[in-house]
């Protein structure tokens, strides 16, 4: 009886062709390490973690920063399309998304700032306003006193925001794990955020990055009954296809790969 299997020839087609890539690995073992270590960067840079995040999500919270940084909305306008929150798990693409609507503000105003505070890395209010401070403490005003107190700190906040706006230019404030932020005895820091950012004619947007979902009910009445902050929510791949584009993308060499 016929045997099953490879039909005759098969065997030495499949044996030319693995001994001719294991040819091409061995002379390219250099690019291809460096290949490697460029893939393996990309993977463990958290910019990239959200790479799969849909266009319309960055588009939303393009438009309502814009908004935000906008000249001539009225105070009650601004009160609700100012600030926006991301929700979603680890590596969802809630970074990826405001780094991107960054680099496209960046793109038209030059003169943008951006302030950034990570929830989790303070004891007081007082240090994240140091915080503040000292990333543009050599652009615009001297920082306030290291025993400065909560009321001095935000005059300074006032301060920057007064002279940026004289020089045209628009402030983003990025509070990371913004679920920190609401676990303050009486939520002041936020409260005075917020009522800067409502100001006519301030040019202030504030975003809010949170793991949590219901972050929203655990902001002090005052604040919800005066300001709305949007929310928007990313994912993580659900289906085969995005999890396949997912992969994809992180496996694709940038431009300086080559």
Not at 147 to 154: D, L, T, V
Not at 181 to 201: H, P
Request: glycine share 8%; net charge positive; hydrophobic share 45%.
């Amino acid at each position: 009886p016929a045997r099953l299997g490879r039909p005759p020839g098969a065997m030495a087609v499949t044996t030319g062709k693995e001994a001719a890539a294991a040819g091409w690995c061995r002379s390219n073992e250099r690019l291809i390490a460096q290949a490697d270590a460029l893939i393996a960067a990309q993977l463990a840079d958290r910019k990239h973690f959200g790479d799969h995040t849909v266009e319309q999500l960055c588009g939303e919270v393009l438009d309502i920063m814009r908004k935000g940084l906008s000249v001539g909305e009225s105070a009650l306008d601004k009160s609700e399309t100012s600030s926006v929150l991301l929700l979603g798990e680890a590596g969802s693409g809630k970074t990826h998304v405001v780094e991107w609507c960054l680099g496209r503000l960046r793109q038209e105003q030059q003169s943008l700032v951006v302030l950034r505070a990570h929830g989790g890395a303070y004891s007081t209010d007082v240090e994240c306003i140091r915080h503040l401070a000292a990333q543009v403490a050599d652009q615009l005003v001297t920082a306030p006193h290291a025993n400065a107190s909560f009321e001095q700190g935000m005059e300074w906040i006032r301060s920057v925001l007064r002279e940026s706006f004289q020089h045209a230019s628009a402030v983003v404030i990025v509070l990371d794990k913004f679920e920190h932020f609401c676990s303050r005895a009486r939520q002041t820091l936020l409260y005075n955020l917020f009522d800067i950012a409502q100001e006519v004619g301030v040019r202030l947007c504030i975003v809010g990055m949170s793991e949590r979902m219901d972050v929203i009910g655990m902001l002090e009445k005052r604040i919800k009954s005066r300001f709305s902050m949007r929310h928007l929510h990313a994912f993580l791949p659900t289906r085969m296809e995005e999890l396949v584009k997912v992969l994809m993308a992180k496996l694709r060499l940038g431009p300086r790969g080559g």
